[in-house]
């Protein structure tokens, strides 16, 4: 349970990051 919450986490980490980037 803690891998998954870590890679929902680790993937909202990585969508905020290419919003901030603009692709």
Known sequence: ???????????NVIQMSVETVGL
């Open 1 to 11: 349970m803690q891998k998954s919450t870590m890679s929902m986490l680790d993937v």
